[in-house]
Protein backbone atom coordinates (compact mmCIF):
# COMPACT_ATOMS: atom_id res chain seq x y z
CA UNK A 1 0.00 0.00 0.00
CA UNK A 2 1.52 3.37 -0.98
CA UNK A 3 2.30 5.49 2.17
CA UNK A 4 3.56 8.87 0.42
CA UNK A 5 5.00 10.36 -2.49
CA UNK A 6 7.63 12.65 -3.13
CA UNK A 7 8.72 13.95 -6.09
CA UNK A 8 12.28 15.95 -6.97
CA UNK A 9 14.18 17.74 -9.59
CA UNK A 10 17.49 17.04 -10.69
CA UNK A 11 19.83 16.95 -13.63
CA UNK A 12 19.75 14.57 -16.60
CA UNK A 13 23.37 13.81 -18.62
CA UNK A 14 23.03 17.41 -20.35
CA UNK A 15 23.02 19.08 -17.32
CA UNK A 16 19.15 20.14 -18.24
CA UNK A 17 16.30 19.83 -14.91
CA UNK A 18 14.42 16.34 -15.11
CA UNK A 19 11.78 14.75 -12.63
CA UNK A 20 12.57 12.36 -9.87
CA UNK A 21 10.07 10.66 -7.99
CA UNK A 22 9.76 8.43 -4.65
CA UNK A 23 6.94 6.10 -3.73
CA UNK A 24 7.11 4.85 -0.25
CA UNK A 25 5.28 1.95 1.04
CA UNK A 26 3.68 1.07 4.43
CA UNK A 27 5.58 -1.90 4.37
CA UNK A 28 8.73 0.25 4.25
CA UNK A 29 9.86 -0.15 1.18
CA UNK A 30 10.89 2.61 -1.15
CA UNK A 31 11.39 3.18 -4.92
CA UNK A 32 13.12 5.61 -6.80
CA UNK A 33 13.11 6.65 -10.38
CA UNK A 34 14.02 9.38 -12.58
CA UNK A 35 13.07 10.49 -16.13
CA UNK A 36 15.13 11.11 -19.21
CA UNK A 37 14.22 13.64 -21.94
CA UNK A 38 15.23 13.50 -25.76
CA UNK A 39 16.84 16.37 -28.12
CA UNK A 40 14.82 14.98 -31.35
CA UNK A 41 11.68 14.72 -29.89
CA UNK A 42 8.42 13.66 -31.63
CA UNK A 43 6.08 16.24 -32.13
CA UNK A 44 3.01 13.19 -31.31
CA UNK A 45 5.53 12.56 -28.23
CA UNK A 46 3.26 12.81 -24.62
CA UNK A 47 3.65 15.81 -23.09
CA UNK A 48 7.00 16.98 -21.32
CA UNK A 49 5.86 19.92 -18.95
CA UNK A 50 8.63 22.48 -18.32
CA UNK A 51 7.98 25.88 -16.30
CA UNK A 52 8.96 28.12 -19.13
CA UNK A 53 10.61 30.20 -16.23
CA UNK A 54 13.29 31.99 -18.05
CA UNK A 55 15.16 32.95 -14.84
CA UNK A 56 15.91 29.52 -14.03
CA UNK A 57 17.43 27.12 -15.92
CA UNK A 58 16.25 28.61 -19.33
CA UNK A 59 12.67 27.75 -18.78
CA UNK A 60 13.53 24.15 -18.62
CA UNK A 61 13.14 24.06 -14.87
CA UNK A 62 10.58 21.39 -13.84
CA UNK A 63 8.94 22.30 -10.71
CA UNK A 64 5.19 22.45 -11.68
CA UNK A 65 5.92 19.04 -12.93
CA UNK A 66 7.59 18.05 -9.44
CA UNK A 67 4.82 20.01 -7.52
CA UNK A 68 2.39 18.10 -9.82
CA UNK A 69 3.23 15.04 -7.89
CA UNK A 70 3.38 16.39 -4.31
CA UNK A 71 -0.12 18.12 -4.93
CA UNK A 72 -1.96 16.10 -7.25
CA UNK A 73 -0.54 12.54 -8.00
CA UNK A 74 0.00 11.79 -4.43
CA UNK A 75 -3.47 12.37 -3.10
CA UNK A 76 -4.72 10.48 -5.86
CA UNK A 77 -2.29 7.46 -5.36
CA UNK A 78 -2.19 6.98 -1.70
CA UNK A 79 -3.38 3.97 -0.50
CA UNK A 80 -3.76 2.32 -3.52
CA UNK A 81 -2.15 -1.20 -3.69
CA UNK A 82 1.60 -0.77 -5.50
CA UNK A 83 1.65 -4.26 -6.87
CA UNK A 84 -1.39 -3.34 -9.35
CA UNK A 85 0.52 -1.09 -11.26
CA UNK A 86 -2.25 -1.01 -14.10
CA UNK A 87 -4.43 0.63 -11.79
CA UNK A 88 -2.13 2.74 -10.41
CA UNK A 89 -1.23 3.68 -14.08
CA UNK A 90 -4.68 4.37 -14.81
CA UNK A 91 -5.38 6.54 -11.90
CA UNK A 92 -3.03 8.91 -13.31
CA UNK A 93 -4.30 8.99 -16.60
CA UNK A 94 -7.77 9.40 -15.71
CA UNK A 95 -6.39 12.16 -13.11
CA UNK A 96 -4.71 14.14 -15.92
CA UNK A 97 -7.38 13.72 -18.44
CA UNK A 98 -5.85 14.87 -21.68
CA UNK A 99 -4.66 12.30 -24.63
CA UNK A 100 -0.87 13.62 -24.13
CA UNK A 101 -0.72 14.00 -20.34
CA UNK A 102 -0.22 18.15 -20.75
CA UNK A 103 -2.07 18.62 -17.37
CA UNK A 104 0.08 17.01 -14.93
CA UNK A 105 3.03 16.20 -16.86
CA UNK A 106 4.69 12.78 -18.46
CA UNK A 107 7.41 13.47 -16.91
CA UNK A 108 5.76 13.48 -13.73
CA UNK A 109 3.51 10.69 -14.40
CA UNK A 110 6.21 8.35 -15.85
CA UNK A 111 9.09 8.73 -12.82
CA UNK A 112 5.78 8.16 -10.30
CA UNK A 113 5.06 5.21 -12.97
CA UNK A 114 8.48 3.61 -12.59
CA UNK A 115 9.07 4.41 -8.74
CA UNK A 116 5.67 2.90 -8.04
CA UNK A 117 7.10 -0.61 -10.02
CA UNK A 118 10.27 -0.31 -7.91
CA UNK A 119 8.47 -0.10 -4.76
CA UNK A 120 6.09 -3.26 -5.24
CA UNK A 121 9.04 -5.05 -6.83
CA UNK A 122 11.38 -4.60 -3.25
CA UNK A 123 8.27 -5.30 -1.15
CA UNK A 124 8.50 -8.37 -2.76
CA UNK A 125 12.35 -8.62 -2.48
CA UNK A 126 12.56 -9.53 -6.18
CA UNK A 127 14.38 -7.31 -9.17
CA UNK A 128 13.09 -4.96 -11.12
CA UNK A 129 13.24 -7.42 -14.49
CA UNK A 130 11.93 -10.58 -12.43
CA UNK A 131 8.77 -8.78 -10.91
CA UNK A 132 7.84 -7.07 -13.96
CA UNK A 133 8.44 -10.14 -16.57
CA UNK A 134 7.83 -13.14 -14.30
CA UNK A 135 10.20 -16.26 -13.61
CA UNK A 136 10.85 -16.71 -17.56
CA UNK A 137 12.14 -13.60 -17.99
CA UNK A 138 16.21 -14.62 -19.30
CA UNK A 139 16.75 -12.81 -22.55
CA UNK A 140 19.63 -10.01 -22.81
CA UNK A 141 18.94 -7.89 -25.63
CA UNK A 142 21.77 -7.23 -28.15
CA UNK A 143 22.98 -3.68 -27.62
CA UNK A 144 22.65 -1.18 -29.98
CA UNK A 145 25.91 1.28 -29.73
CA UNK A 146 25.40 4.29 -30.79
CA UNK A 147 29.33 4.88 -31.58
CA UNK A 148 29.19 7.99 -34.49
CA UNK A 149 26.79 11.45 -33.69
CA UNK A 150 25.63 13.69 -36.02
CA UNK A 151 22.25 15.66 -36.40
CA UNK A 152 20.75 17.08 -33.01
CA UNK A 153 23.14 15.23 -31.16
CA UNK A 154 26.50 16.99 -32.44
CA UNK A 155 27.84 20.06 -33.97
CA UNK A 156 29.37 18.09 -36.29
CA UNK A 157 28.39 18.37 -40.08
CA UNK A 158 26.93 14.42 -40.12
CA UNK A 159 23.24 14.85 -40.83
CA UNK A 160 22.10 10.95 -40.09
CA UNK A 161 22.02 11.26 -36.23
CA UNK A 162 23.24 8.14 -35.04
CA UNK A 163 25.32 4.90 -36.78
CA UNK A 164 25.14 2.44 -34.26
CA UNK A 165 27.29 -1.60 -33.64
CA UNK A 166 25.01 -4.62 -33.38
CA UNK A 167 27.27 -7.54 -31.95
CA UNK A 168 24.76 -9.56 -32.60
CA UNK A 169 27.34 -12.88 -33.12
CA UNK A 170 28.37 -12.72 -29.90
CA UNK A 171 28.35 -15.39 -27.73
CA UNK A 172 26.88 -13.45 -24.70
CA UNK A 173 25.69 -9.67 -23.45
CA UNK A 174 28.98 -9.31 -22.05
CA UNK A 175 30.72 -10.93 -24.63
CA UNK A 176 28.86 -8.12 -27.06
CA UNK A 177 29.51 -5.26 -24.94
CA UNK A 178 33.17 -6.11 -24.97
CA UNK A 179 33.48 -6.23 -28.77
CA UNK A 180 31.34 -2.91 -29.20
CA UNK A 181 33.72 -1.36 -26.85
CA UNK A 182 36.59 -2.72 -28.95
CA UNK A 183 35.10 -1.17 -31.90
CA UNK A 184 34.75 2.03 -30.10
CA UNK A 185 38.27 2.83 -28.92
CA UNK A 186 39.63 1.53 -32.87
CA UNK A 187 36.82 4.16 -34.13
CA UNK A 188 38.33 6.59 -32.18
CA UNK A 189 42.21 5.71 -33.26
CA UNK A 190 41.33 5.65 -36.56
CA UNK A 191 39.72 9.22 -36.80
CA UNK A 192 42.55 10.39 -34.49
CA UNK A 193 45.08 8.70 -37.42
CA UNK A 194 42.51 10.20 -40.12
CA UNK A 195 43.05 13.86 -38.22
CA UNK A 196 39.63 13.92 -37.34
CA UNK A 197 37.97 15.16 -33.94
CA UNK A 198 37.42 12.46 -31.14
CA UNK A 199 34.98 15.26 -29.39
CA UNK A 200 31.56 13.08 -28.42
CA UNK A 201 28.21 13.74 -29.05
CA UNK A 202 24.92 13.62 -26.64
CA UNK A 203 25.40 9.68 -26.81
CA UNK A 204 29.16 9.33 -25.92
CA UNK A 205 29.92 8.33 -30.04
CA UNK A 206 32.26 10.29 -31.53
CA UNK A 207 31.50 13.38 -33.66
CA UNK A 208 33.88 13.63 -36.49
CA UNK A 209 33.19 15.57 -39.52
CA UNK A 210 32.94 13.21 -42.20
CA UNK A 211 32.48 14.32 -45.55
CA UNK A 212 29.27 11.94 -46.14
CA UNK A 213 27.52 8.87 -44.73
CA UNK A 214 29.17 6.24 -47.02
CA UNK A 215 32.32 7.65 -45.76
CA UNK A 216 31.22 7.31 -41.85
CA UNK A 217 30.11 3.54 -42.52
CA UNK A 218 33.55 2.88 -44.19
CA UNK A 219 35.01 3.82 -40.91
CA UNK A 220 33.28 2.28 -38.69
CA UNK A 221 33.52 -1.18 -41.06
CA UNK A 222 37.44 -0.61 -40.57
CA UNK A 223 36.65 -0.05 -36.99
CA UNK A 224 34.91 -3.44 -36.85
CA UNK A 225 37.83 -5.24 -39.05
CA UNK A 226 40.93 -3.46 -37.40
CA UNK A 227 39.25 -4.56 -33.74
CA UNK A 228 39.37 -8.21 -35.04
CA UNK A 229 35.62 -8.59 -36.37
CA UNK A 230 34.03 -9.70 -39.16
CA UNK A 231 30.73 -7.71 -40.47
CA UNK A 232 28.94 -11.24 -39.86
CA UNK A 233 28.94 -11.17 -36.39
CA UNK A 234 28.65 -7.29 -35.99
CA UNK A 235 26.16 -5.48 -38.36
CA UNK A 236 25.51 -1.31 -38.52
CA UNK A 237 22.14 0.06 -37.23
CA UNK A 238 21.60 4.13 -38.58
CA UNK A 239 18.81 6.48 -37.03
CA UNK A 240 18.48 8.87 -39.57
CA UNK A 241 15.83 11.06 -37.33
CA UNK A 242 14.60 11.94 -40.66
CA UNK A 243 11.70 13.96 -38.97
CA UNK A 244 14.27 16.43 -38.22
CA UNK A 245 14.76 16.88 -41.92
CA UNK A 246 11.19 17.28 -43.38
CA UNK A 247 10.09 20.99 -43.85
CA UNK A 248 6.88 21.13 -46.45
CA UNK A 249 6.94 17.72 -47.84
CA UNK A 250 10.37 17.56 -48.35
CA UNK A 251 13.78 16.41 -46.54
CA UNK A 252 16.48 18.91 -46.20
CA UNK A 253 19.81 17.99 -45.03
CA UNK A 254 20.60 21.39 -43.15
CA UNK A 255 24.27 20.11 -42.81
CA UNK A 256 25.52 19.23 -45.68
CA UNK A 257 22.37 21.72 -47.68
CA UNK A 258 20.72 18.63 -49.12
CA UNK A 259 17.06 18.44 -50.32
CA UNK A 260 15.43 15.47 -51.72
CA UNK A 261 12.25 13.95 -51.79
CA UNK A 262 11.00 11.15 -50.66
CA UNK A 263 11.43 8.77 -53.55
CA UNK A 264 15.26 10.23 -53.78
CA UNK A 265 15.43 9.42 -49.86
CA UNK A 266 14.00 5.87 -50.10
CA UNK A 267 16.65 5.22 -52.80
CA UNK A 268 19.45 6.73 -51.09
CA UNK A 269 18.56 4.44 -47.96
CA UNK A 270 18.17 1.40 -50.08
CA UNK A 271 21.65 1.90 -51.90
CA UNK A 272 22.95 2.29 -48.34
CA UNK A 273 21.86 -1.25 -47.38
CA UNK A 274 22.12 -2.90 -50.68
CA UNK A 275 26.38 -1.74 -50.53
CA UNK A 276 26.88 -2.02 -46.64
CA UNK A 277 26.26 -4.48 -43.50
CA UNK A 278 22.97 -2.65 -42.41
CA UNK A 279 20.35 -4.66 -40.34
CA UNK A 280 18.31 -2.28 -39.27
CA UNK A 281 17.38 1.73 -40.20
CA UNK A 282 15.46 3.49 -38.01
CA UNK A 283 13.46 6.36 -38.85
CA UNK A 284 14.32 6.94 -42.37
CA UNK A 285 11.71 8.66 -43.37
CA UNK A 286 9.40 11.64 -41.14
CA UNK A 287 6.63 10.78 -38.81
CA UNK A 288 4.10 12.94 -40.99
CA UNK A 289 5.22 11.13 -44.59
CA UNK A 290 2.72 7.69 -44.11
CA UNK A 291 2.58 6.94 -47.47
CA UNK A 292 6.16 7.12 -48.01
CA UNK A 293 6.99 4.69 -44.63
CA UNK A 294 4.70 1.93 -46.91
CA UNK A 295 6.88 1.96 -50.01
CA UNK A 296 9.93 1.79 -47.64
CA UNK A 297 8.98 -0.73 -45.99
CA UNK A 298 8.22 -2.27 -49.34
CA UNK A 299 11.75 -1.50 -50.75
CA UNK A 300 14.10 -2.32 -47.89
CA UNK A 301 14.09 -5.59 -46.82
CA UNK A 302 15.77 -4.78 -43.92
CA UNK A 303 14.40 -4.16 -39.66
CA UNK A 304 12.78 -0.54 -40.32
CA UNK A 305 12.06 1.32 -36.76
CA UNK A 306 9.29 3.72 -36.11
CA UNK A 307 10.70 5.97 -33.33
CA UNK A 308 8.84 9.17 -34.04
CA UNK A 309 6.58 7.39 -36.44
CA UNK A 310 4.90 5.51 -33.71
CA UNK A 311 6.08 7.15 -30.57
CA UNK A 312 5.64 4.17 -28.30
CA UNK A 313 1.73 5.07 -29.12
CA UNK A 314 -0.52 2.20 -29.68
CA UNK A 315 -2.68 4.18 -31.84
CA UNK A 316 -0.13 5.54 -34.00
CA UNK A 317 1.70 1.35 -34.21
CA UNK A 318 -1.54 0.25 -35.13
CA UNK A 319 -2.02 2.46 -37.32
CA UNK A 320 1.42 1.33 -38.74
CA UNK A 321 0.18 -2.12 -39.00
CA UNK A 322 -2.72 -1.34 -41.07
CA UNK A 323 -0.54 0.25 -43.72
CA UNK A 324 2.26 -1.77 -43.74
CA UNK A 325 4.57 1.10 -42.41
CA UNK A 326 7.90 -0.16 -40.67
CA UNK A 327 8.44 -3.47 -39.55
CA UNK A 328 9.84 -2.86 -35.61
CA UNK A 329 9.06 -0.01 -32.92
CA UNK A 330 11.51 1.90 -30.92
CA UNK A 331 9.88 1.64 -27.19
CA UNK A 332 11.09 4.87 -25.16
CA UNK A 333 9.12 4.88 -21.80
CA UNK A 334 9.04 8.63 -21.79
CA UNK A 335 6.84 9.02 -25.12
CA UNK A 336 4.00 7.76 -23.39
CA UNK A 337 4.55 8.32 -19.87
CA UNK A 338 3.82 5.16 -18.03
CA UNK A 339 5.06 1.32 -17.84
CA UNK A 340 1.45 0.33 -18.37
CA UNK A 341 1.15 1.55 -22.03
CA UNK A 342 4.34 1.00 -22.82
CA UNK A 343 4.05 -3.00 -22.57
CA UNK A 344 0.85 -2.62 -24.51
CA UNK A 345 3.02 -1.24 -27.08
CA UNK A 346 5.78 -3.92 -26.69
CA UNK A 347 2.51 -6.53 -27.12
CA UNK A 348 0.78 -4.64 -29.93
CA UNK A 349 4.03 -5.00 -31.61
CA UNK A 350 4.53 -8.91 -30.61
CA UNK A 351 1.69 -9.92 -32.00
CA UNK A 352 1.58 -8.12 -35.22
CA UNK A 353 4.96 -9.73 -36.17
CA UNK A 354 6.97 -6.39 -35.37
CA UNK A 355 10.33 -6.33 -33.35
CA UNK A 356 10.43 -3.84 -30.35
CA UNK A 357 13.73 -2.05 -29.19
CA UNK A 358 14.29 -0.46 -25.65
CA UNK A 359 15.80 2.86 -25.85
CA UNK A 360 16.91 5.22 -23.58
CA UNK A 361 16.84 9.45 -24.92
CA UNK A 362 19.61 11.31 -25.71
CA UNK A 363 18.96 13.06 -22.32
CA UNK A 364 19.27 10.57 -19.61
CA UNK A 365 20.10 10.29 -15.69
CA UNK A 366 21.51 6.89 -13.33
CA UNK A 367 17.90 5.23 -13.94
CA UNK A 368 18.68 1.96 -15.36
CA UNK A 369 15.41 1.16 -15.71
CA UNK A 370 15.05 0.51 -19.27
CA UNK A 371 17.53 -2.23 -18.65
CA UNK A 372 14.86 -4.40 -16.41
CA UNK A 373 12.03 -3.62 -18.83
CA UNK A 374 14.39 -4.80 -22.15
CA UNK A 375 15.04 -8.26 -20.02
CA UNK A 376 11.53 -8.20 -18.72
CA UNK A 377 9.68 -7.83 -21.77
CA UNK A 378 12.04 -9.85 -23.69
CA UNK A 379 12.63 -7.83 -26.53
CA UNK A 380 16.11 -9.17 -28.05
CA UNK A 381 17.38 -5.47 -28.81
CA UNK A 382 18.11 -2.25 -26.86
CA UNK A 383 19.65 0.86 -27.85
CA UNK A 384 21.62 3.43 -25.10
CA UNK A 385 24.06 4.81 -26.68
CA UNK A 386 28.22 4.37 -26.58
CA UNK A 387 29.93 1.94 -24.55
CA UNK A 388 31.52 4.70 -23.07
CA UNK A 389 29.72 7.72 -20.63
CA UNK A 390 28.13 6.73 -17.03
CA UNK A 391 24.87 7.97 -18.54
CA UNK A 392 25.08 4.78 -21.14
CA UNK A 393 27.28 2.51 -19.22
CA UNK A 394 24.85 2.35 -16.21
CA UNK A 395 22.49 0.39 -18.68
CA UNK A 396 24.96 -1.77 -19.98
CA UNK A 397 25.75 -2.33 -16.71
CA UNK A 398 22.91 -3.31 -14.76
CA UNK A 399 22.20 -6.07 -18.26
CA UNK A 400 26.01 -7.64 -16.89
CA UNK A 401 24.57 -7.86 -13.83
CA UNK A 402 21.20 -9.11 -14.64
CA UNK A 403 22.99 -11.56 -17.03
CA UNK A 404 25.54 -12.78 -14.02
CA UNK A 405 22.19 -13.46 -11.49
CA UNK A 406 20.67 -15.28 -14.34
CA UNK A 407 23.34 -17.63 -14.50
CA UNK A 408 22.88 -20.40 -16.42
CA UNK A 409 19.60 -19.55 -17.27
CA UNK A 410 20.56 -16.20 -19.40
CA UNK A 411 19.99 -16.36 -23.25
CA UNK A 412 21.74 -13.49 -25.35
CA UNK A 413 19.29 -12.41 -27.87
CA UNK A 414 21.55 -12.94 -30.77
CA UNK A 415 21.82 -13.74 -34.15
CA UNK A 416 17.60 -15.11 -33.88
CA UNK A 417 16.34 -11.44 -33.34
CA UNK A 418 17.34 -10.59 -36.82
CA UNK A 419 16.40 -13.60 -38.45
CA UNK A 420 12.66 -12.72 -37.75
CA UNK A 421 12.73 -10.40 -40.65
P1 LIG B 1 16.27 11.76 -28.69
O1 LIG B 1 17.04 10.86 -29.73
O2 LIG B 1 16.31 11.09 -27.37
O3 LIG B 1 17.04 13.06 -28.74
O4 LIG B 1 14.88 11.91 -29.22
C1 LIG B 1 17.02 9.46 -29.71
C2 LIG B 1 16.42 8.90 -30.95
O5 LIG B 1 16.02 9.64 -31.86
O6 LIG B 1 16.31 7.68 -31.05
ZN1 LIG C 1 15.37 7.81 -33.11
Not at 142 to 166: R, T
Not at 179 to 204: F, I, M, N, P, R
Amino acid sequence: EISSIYGREVLDSRGNPTVEAEVKLVCGAVGKASVPSGASTGIFEAHELRDGDETRFEGKGVLNAVRNIDEKISPVLIGMDASKQVLVDHAMIEADGTKNKEVLGANAILAVSLANARAAATAMQVPLYRYLGGAMARVLPVPMMNILNGGKHASNIVDIQEFMIVPFGAPSFHEALRWGVEVYHTLGKLLKKQGLSTAVGDEGGFAPDLESDEAAIHTIIEAIETAGYTTDEIGIALDAAASEWYTDGEYILSKRKQRMDTGALIDHLKKLADEFPILSIEDGLADRDWTGWTRLTQEVPIQLVGDDLFVTNTQRLEKGIKEHAANSILIKVNQIGTLTETFEAIEMARSAGYTAIISHRSGETEDTSIADIAVAAGTGQLKAGAPARTDRTAKYNRLMRIEEALGDAAMYAGRETFKRL
